[in-house]
């Protein structure tokens, strides 16, 4: 259901809602900072890659060849999963069975396929299956590809990690450099190589106030790097702002999603000349003071917030939307970067897509015929030969938009003919998405969302 008024929206530049959203009733909107207010350019993950190689080699004994694997950006999407005791990586659907699957740089072996994971339902308990869905994981999928290959490549015999310790000092190794600094230090030398400046980013914000909201900052970087990255988005970006923390009424660092919703950790009060936290627990959050950890129900007792009356604006499915749904009636806005390409796929794939649906469509008719006639003793070969030419065709189609998304898997919402897992927790979880938080201008304070699906079918087929 596109409105008029959303008619004059780019397409890519949409608010998509899934439960409706009155942006009137919103008192208080919150922000993560890293991937929803700050915009990551590809230069970060071709940091991350040659960081977590070269510490895998330093500080894990791996041998200096594995600083020759050539990291692909753009070959991971969001809402993998890496099988740690095969090596390998794959795509779901929403119901958990698996689609494409990957063994280093390759397709698997349609054989080993089959046997691994034909009707096989994966549990979300299984402890030697991750789901990736992070922006900054999308490098250690990449790696994890290469290294698998670099392995097993070398003569049986030799001394090497199993699938699941590489993919684990893969992990530990870029953990640690998130933990020590040495990423961000490198990230603060040169911000505008690393971070995208979006130059709606003020105005949007302000619309915001101007319409009564109280806007807050909740991020899990701590309180250096988010001054840091803030003054570079927002200082002297609007006349009526001095600087990056008058936009802001409340602003939390080092918030330790998602346990920030379910701890009982205090606020403590940052030194705006050093940035380094207080050991007081705060009695009361300031404008224009950095605060940090703090919880959720603090957050509500000493602001007055209710729940509902939040709308929450994140990346991370897990730490921003699905635990803040369901430990809260925070109402949440997905930021996924990613989409807007996506979005241009759609819209440049559309005719193929439509040829799609009417081949589906008269596939199942032409099943539905042979069904009928099978049940009379009928074997109708024209029929047979209609139906087998049909797959033929649906099946190169599919793969041909399949390629034109992700040569390697396809569209990150969609596997085969369902949802994909990531496309079903986005749909599950995220009341709005959006491709970047700047999307909101195009839109009132005071819009309300509908979503396409508060009817169900009966209703709409009166
Ligand atoms: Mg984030």
Known sequence: MTTSFEARVPYERRIFCNRNLRLDRVRFIGFDMDYTLALYHEAMEHLQAESVLARLVETFGYPKAVLEAKYEPGFAIRGLAVDMEHGNIFKMDRHRFVGRVWHGTKPLDR????????????????????????????????????LVDYFDSLPEGTDKPTYERLWKDLRQAMDSLHRDGTLKADLMENIPKYIMKDDALAETLHRFRSANKKLFLMTNSEPIYTEAVMSFLLDGAHAAYGNWR???????????????????????????????????????LKRGTIYLGGNVAELHRLTG??????????DHIYGDILRSKRSTSWRTAMVIQDMEKELGQLHDMSAEIDQLNVLEETRFQLELERAAQALDGVRDKDLLQQISGLNRQLSELEARIAHAFNPAWGPSFRDRGELSAFGSQVEGYACVYTGRVTNFRFYSPFWYFRSPRDRMAHEIRR
């Open 111 to 146: 054989d080993l396929r089959r046997d691994t994971y034909t009707n096989r339902k994966i549990s979300p308990a299984d402890p030697s299956i991750l789901m990736v869905d992070s922006l900054f994981s999308l490098p250690e999928i990449s790696l994890y590809g290469q």
């Open 246 to 284: 008058d936009y802001f009424d409340i602003i939390i660092t080092s918030s330790q999603k998602p346990s920030f919703f379910s701890s009982d950790d205090p606020f403590l009060e940052v030194d705006d000349e050093t940035l380094e936290p207080g050991t007081e627990p705060a009695t009361a």
């Open 305 to 314: 917030m209710e729940g509902d009356d939040v709308l929450y604006v994140g």
